[in-house]
């Protein structure tokens, strides 16, 4: 039904978490995926599947990556950008290198790979899925600098969709809730995260549990395929119904 079969999927941050289950996920659908990653050692194939490594957050890196996957690849139909990094930090203790670092990789490598896969996705008409979080559309102490990249994240979408609707070139986000990567796992390594305890987090959550991974590929998915062909613009809600109150 999602006729995501042959489709040329990018993943950029793909190597954990909910990177890695769309990574699975588009190629249980039949899909080919490419992987950019920082924690990638070296350029591999792995089961017929691209992996390279790269810093999203450098534009010198992403040209070298996207040389790169143009040596394997002659077009591109979906590009799904996750790659993200955390802080948990009051403002007063937030250096103006931790704002770079999070503005980088969280907001600025979704404009890096937009601006040079677009040429291709123009060409085939196809799409981009831009990970943001629900912290898009609430506060939460002491995690400043994160929610304000991921609300930026939010309005790029829009415009890029409003930018690229005429040729055919759709542009969604994807709003997760808390849901159990290793990103979350880090928030409280031994300490309170921004939204206390671990279980004061789901206690937030109305369905009562964190998110899985692969709840949140599978509605990238769904943005990324024909069924959502009348989509462009949306930021699509996956939070357990945090949001809700
Ligand atoms: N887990 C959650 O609760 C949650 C909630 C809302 C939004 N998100 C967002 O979902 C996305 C995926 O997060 P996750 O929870 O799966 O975390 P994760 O840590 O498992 O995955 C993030 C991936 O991004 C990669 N990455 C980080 N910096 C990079 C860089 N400079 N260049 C290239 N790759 C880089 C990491 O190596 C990792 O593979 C992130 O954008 C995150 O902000 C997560």
Not at 72 to 81: C, R, Y
Not at 116 to 123: E, H, Q, V, W
Request: aromatic letters at 6%.
């Amino acid at each position: 039904m999602m006729e995501l079969a042959g489709k040329r999927v990018l993943i950029a941050g793909g190597a954990s978490g909910i990177g890695a289950a769309a990574a699975a996920a588009f190629r249980e659908a039949g899909a080919s995926t490419a992987i950019y990653d920082i924690a990638f050692q070296k350029e591999r194939i792995a089961d017929g599947h691209l992996q390279l490594p790269a810093d999203l957050s450098d534009s010198d890196a992403v040209a070298d990556a996207f040389e790169r996957l143009r040596r394997h690849w002659d077009g591109l139909d979906i590009l799904i950008n996750n790659a993200g990094v955390e802080l948990v930090a009051g403002l007063e203790e937030t250096t103006e290198a931790a704002w770079d670092r999070i503005m980088d990789v969280n907001l600025k490598s979704v404009f890096l790979c937009c601006k040079a896969a677009l040429p291709m996705l123009r060409a085939s008409r196809g799409c981009i899925v831009n990970t943001a979080s629900q912290l898009a559309f609430v506060g939460a102490g002491s995690f400043t600098a994160y929610t304000a990249s991921k609300a930026a994240v939010v309005n790029f979408t829009r415009s890029l969709a409003l930018e690229t609707a005429a040729d055919g070139v759709r542009v969604n986000c994807i709003c997760p809730g808390a849901v159990d990567t290793p990103l979350l796992r880090r928030q409280f390594e031994g300490k309170r995260g921004p939204q206390g305890t671990i279980g004061d987090l789901i206690a937030m959550h109305p369905l009562g549990r964190l998110g899985r991974p692969e709840e949140i590929a599978s509605c990238i998915l769904f943005l990324s395929s024909p069924l959502a062909s009348f989509v462009t613009g949306s930021a699509m809600l996956a939070d357990g119904g945090y949001t809700i109150h």
